[in-house]
């Protein structure tokens, strides 16, 4: 008999697991339909020795000290910020758009105040900001937003910007300073000997017993469980009742080069030219030293694993419908990016697992003894 049953073994399921085994001493069950644990930030060594993720790159990022603390309980870090170059007009420039941006794209030598001034007189001003391209052009204006976004939004997403919902491309914030950084948060920072090795510490418990290359449908009846955990695809949980929720998916194209260095930074995105969105160079990311490189070329598509929710206001009215048989579930919690079909980065995922155990203890009939162990990490 276990007392909890958790399908999927990537970041809220795996975060789920440990502090259920390890703070209040539950028997889990962790299942994956796939033959590894870590879920889509799974990574492993190639045939060069290089560590490469192999569902494109995790770059982790957060604000939240109660997540990063977490995490460091089982991973060293290796400190490493991001950085993004796009290639447009036969230039590779930084992105987001920052002050180096626009003097290398003109030949201007602009000041901070000078470029805000800049992309002030470039802006179209939108009262009423519903879309991606509402977002940009109200930022900065048609002439970047068609060199850097559109295209790029059409190759991810397949939709043209003014279809998307603004969350989209709120995401890439404009910049008058010379921070060309991707990321501006607190701790950026990458598991020093990988994800997937973070994982296994985390899952390495007695009260965990991990069950890999198994849909959980094929197990239940043979399975003894008090609750269930699901962080997999909401809709397949009631077999597409209503319908399947769409997602865009990747294909990824490994290479090995025979050079020690392929692109000048970890990630380049090609917004207007090629079939692929960005291509990533791992080394970048591992600061491994190596006389090979290897990189990853992506490729959007519609069919294939469910990675990234389309911000639509008809698929959120969807999910809303599957949201309201979840409220009626007993014993069973959803959580995760495909679980609540939100576009979640990495931390957000493990803050709302963390999130989700403290509501879990709070259901125990004595918790008393356990919320001040778990306190610490009340995000």
């Known amino acids: 008999m276990y ?33 590894h644990i870590g879920g889509n930030a799974y990574d492993h060594y190639d045939e060069a020795g290089i560590l490469v993720h192999k569902y494109g790159p995790h770059i982790f990022h957060t604000n939240s000290k109660d997540v990063y603390e977490y995490l460091s309980s089982y991973t060293e870090w290796r400190n490493y910020q991001h950085k993004v170059l796009a290639s447009v007009d036969g230039q590779l420039l930084p992105i987001p758009i920052n002050l180096n941006t626009i003097n290398k794209m003109y030949g201007l030598t602009l000041s901070s105040d000078d470029v805000a001034s800049f992309l002030e007189s470039r802006a179209e001003k939108i009262n009423d900001i519903r879309t ?21 939004t059409k190759k991810q997403w397949d939709l043209d910007p003014s279809q998307l919902s603004a969350a989209v491309t709120a995401r890439i914030p404009t910049r008058t300073n010379r921070d060309d950084r991707y990321f501006t948060d607190t701790y950026q920072v990458m598991p020093l000997h990988g994800y997937t090795r973070m994982f296994e510490k985390m899952l390495d418990h007695k009260n965990i017993h991990i069950m890999l290359n198994t849909d959980y449908r094929d197990v239940l009846g043979e399975v003894n469980y008090k609750k269930m955990i699901f962080t997999g695809p909401v809709d397949e949980y009631f077999d597409y009742r209503f319908g399947k929720l769409p997602y865009r998916s990747i294909e990824f194209k490994f290479e090995t080069l025979d050079q020690e260095q392929f692109q000048e930074t970890g990630t380049v995105n090609y917004p207007n030219d090629y079939a692929f969105t960005r291509i990533t160079e791992f080394k970048y990311l591992s600061g ?11 490729f959007p598509k519609a069919e294939g694993d469910p990675y990234y929710p389309i911000p639509k206001p008809d698929n959120a009215a969807l999910y809303q419908r599957y949201r309201e048989l979840t409220l009626q579930m007993e014993n069973t919690y959803f959580v995760g990016r495909l679980a609540t079909y939100k576009y979640y980065n990495m931390d957000q995922v493990v803050a709302q697992a963390l999130s989700t155990f403290k509501k879990i ?9 356990l919320t001040s162990v778990a306190d610490g990490y009340g995000v």
């Not at 999927?8 to 069950?29: D, M, P, Q, T």
């Open 288 to 298: 491994q030293k190596n006389t090979k490189t290897s990189v990853v070329y992506e």
């Open 361 to 369: 203890l709070g259901e125990m009939e004595q918790p008393d003894q």
């Open 132 to 152: 991606s391209e509402d977002v940009v052009v109200n930022s900065v204006g048609r002439e970047l937003y068609e060199k850097f976004f559109r295209s790029y």
């Open 3 to 35: 007392d909890y049953l958790i399908v999927g073994a990537g970041f809220a399921g795996s975060v789920l697991a440990e502090r259920l085994a390890r703070i209040a001493n539950k028997k889990v069950l962790i299942i994956d339909k796939r033959n």
